[in-house]
């Protein structure tokens, strides 16, 4: 069992998230809700690109990053900076070299502290259930049932054509974080491919369905946070749907999309949704994480009540 904690220093923070070229709601989410109940906390951002394993921005080795939401507890993190985990998870297999460096506050899930021999109380939840503490994103169900794909599959512009013929509204990862809010907010029910399509659903009390076209999706993560709030992750399969050149590729295509708008037009009927209790108690220890930690940088923690 390991556990770091390091004494509180005047260091100046950054927040660390991957920055998808495109836009994911998952990633981006770091820095619409980390300012808000934070908003004295962090000196600049520093970026990640998952597929060059490599930060965007020139980290300081002085500086401390800010780990949040995401899977960013990876061994291409930089090493000689000191980084504080709040709530973010390993994939199980690009596991770092946990030293000194490392002052872990909580994890996302009890696989994510198996797999790094953490405490198991650190597991508590992901962070993004903490959108529970900010002011309603929407006050009525407009949507009935919306759709939510993996931000790589979002990039075909398949799924928008599909949920017209299903009659679904549509909802883009790659939107900006409150609009993608509002949206989960205001649907009765969410299929959701995104883990934090899923995660925030989950957190506003949307019902949801898990889906999964197979590609990109890794079912550690999904894992690790169902299990964090006695869920178990099965999803329903979809096709992943990529644009094609000539006759045949597009005629699989419209196959493909035929068939994904008739199994979303079925998944209604599967919704999942958290015991209130369960979610209620993982919220409240998340906050309490959170007022330690502000608490020890003497830094102002801002909860602004949801009702």
């Not at 500086?63 to 090493?79: A, C």
């Not at 599967?270 to 309490?288: F, G, K, M, P």
Request: proline share 7%; hydrophobic share 45%; net charge neutral.
């Amino acid at each position: 069992m390991t556990v770091f904690t390091v004494e509180p220093r005047g260091d100046c923070v950054k927040l660390f998230y991957c920055d998808v070229p495109d836009g994911n709601f998952g990633d981006d989410l770091n820095t619409y809700l980390w300012p808000k109940l934070l908003p004295d906390a962090f000196d600049g951002l520093v970026r990640f690109t998952p597929q060059e394993a490599r930060t965007v921005d020139r980290e300081d080795p002085h500086d401390t990053l800010f780990v949040g939401i995401g899977t960013l507890i990876l061994d291409k993190v930089p090493s000689q900076t000191r980084k504080i985990v709040f709530g973010s998870g390993c994939d199980g297999v690009r596991l770092p070299d946990l030293d000194q460096q490392w002052d872990i506050h909580c994890v996302r899930g009890p696989l994510t502290a198996t797999a790094l021999g953490l405490d198991p109380a650190l597991a508590i939840t992901d962070p993004a259930i903490l959108v529970r503490l900010l002011p309603p994103a929407a006050h009525a169900k407009t949507h009935r049932v919306s759709f939510m794909p993996h931000w790589c599959q979002a990039q075909s512009g398949a799924w928008q054509k599909i949920c017209r013929l299903a009659g679904i509204h549509f909802i883009d990862p790659r939107w900006k974080p409150f609009e993608v809010l509002q949206a989960i907010a205001a649907s009765e029910t969410l299929i959701s491919e995104a883990l934090h399509g899923a995660i925030v659903a989950d957190a506003l009390r949307v019902p949801w369905v898990a889906v999964s076209s197979k590609h990109h999706i890794q079912d550690f993560k999904w894992r690790d946070w169902s299990a964090s709030l006695g869920l178990t992750y099965e999803p329903a399969a979809i096709p992943a749907i990529w644009p094609g050149r000539g006759l045949r590729a597009r005629a699989v295509a419209a196959a493909k999309m035929a068939y994904g708008a008739a199994v979303l037009s079925r998944l209604g009927r599967r919704v999942r949704l958290s015991d209130e209790a369960v979610t209620t108690r993982q919220t409240n220890r998340l906050t309490e994480a959170l007022q330690a930690f502000a608490s020890g940088r003497n830094v102002r923690l801002d909860l602004t009540p949801q009702h």
